[in-house]
T-cell receptor, first 113, second 113 residues
Framework: SQQGEEDPQALSIQEGENATMNCSYKTSINNLQWYRQNSGRGLVHLIL?????REKHSGRLRVTLDTSKKSSSLLITASRAADTASYFC?????????????FGKGTRLHILP | DAGVTQSPTHLIKTRGQQVTLRCSPK?????VSWYQQALGQGPQFIFQ???????QRGNFPDRFSGHQFPNYSSELNVNALLLGDSALYLC????????????FGPGTRLTVL
């Protein structure tokens, strides 16, 4: 079953605008990660935020985490055509030292020229 | 330093056949996880191998089995293929006991006819 659910399912914005994607999850986590996937290829790790962190930045990416609401957001500023991809949030389900990662269904982002 | 590699890139099989997919981890990594990603969905965790043993497993039938070799590379075997097994199969490697971040290979696209 899916742990995380991204919202919206699809998003189209003009190049240069900011893109915001949200992720909600069901159970308590230790970490939440965001990945990017281009055209059904392998996933690229973008950023990891731990449960005791509220915000994290990496270049044009900003991730927030609200553990009380069990939600996270990914903001991509000044979007570029190369940002067109699917974005997934992934949460860990750490029990008994297992580090299984559970993915949501993803947000398909399309940057319009 | 080579990243995670997978072979073959594409594969076409017919129902009832058996298939073996291969994964070589990123240098220094010792865990290998396998994921199935159906079209338009997020990756679904199949199982993880560490020290040549299956350490944890997702909700997949016994038709899905695997193996890890002493050099940490891994194979995913699927028996009695069904049409529904058509998907992108992703391999992800990491460090046991390390951060949860995993590095993904480009995937193997399996089509079952």
């Amino acid at each position: 079953s899916q742990q995380g659910e991204e919202d919206p399912q699809a998003l189209s914005i003009q190049e240069g605008e900011n893109a915001t994607m949200n992720c909600s999850y069901k159970t308590s986590i230790n970490n939440l990660q965001w990945y990017r996937q281009n055209s059904g290829r392998g996933l690229v790790h973008l950023i990891l935020i731990r449960s005791n962190e509220r915000e994290k930045h990496s270049g044009r990416l900003r991730v927030t985490l609200d553990t009380s609401k069990k939600s996270s957001s990914l903001l991509i500023t000044a979007s570029r055509a190369a940002d067109t991809a699917s974005y997934f949030c992934a949460t860990d389900a750490i029990m008994n030292r297992d580090d299984k990662i559970i993915f949501g269904k993803g947000t398909r982002l399309h940057i319009l020229p | 330093d080579a990243g995670v590699t997978q072979s073959p890139t594409h594969l076409i099989k017919t129902r009832g056949q058996q298939v073996t997919l291969r994964c070589s981890p990123k240098s220094g990594h010792d865990t290998v996880s396998w994921y199935q990603q159906a079209l338009g969905q997020g990756p679904q965790f199949i199982f993880q191998y560490y020290e040549e043993e299956e350490r944890q497993r997702g909700n997949f039938p016994d038709r899905f089995s695997g193996h890890q070799f002493p050099n940490y590379s891994s194979e995913l075997n699927v028996n009695a293929l069904l049409l529904g097994d058509s998907a992108l199969y992703l391999c992800a490697t990491g460090l046991a006991g390390g951060r949860v971040e995993q590095f993904f290979g480009p995937g193997t696209r399996l089509t079952v006819l």
